[in-house]
């Protein structure tokens, strides 16, 4: 076997291993951050405390 050859199934190996990590990679979309997780705790508590309104109610009190 030549060098070159070598080079070229070791690159196959490589370009195979990558495509089993990238199929068993998290989405990155669906990791919360701490500021993802800050927001939704602020809002459950927004929530639980009456603050919040629906999209109808927000648009029957600015008219639309």
């Known amino acids: 076997m030549n060098t ?4 070229l199934e070791k690159l196959d190996r490589i370009e195979k291993e990558i495509h089993e990590i990238k199929e068993h990679m998290a989405d990155r979309d669906s990791i919360m951050t701490e500021e993802d997780y800050e927001a939704l705790m602020a809002y459950r508590k927004e929530k639980a405390s009456g603050k919040l309104i629906s999209h109808e109610q927000l648009k029957k009190e600015l008219g639309l």
């Open 4 to 7: 070159q050859q070598a080079v």
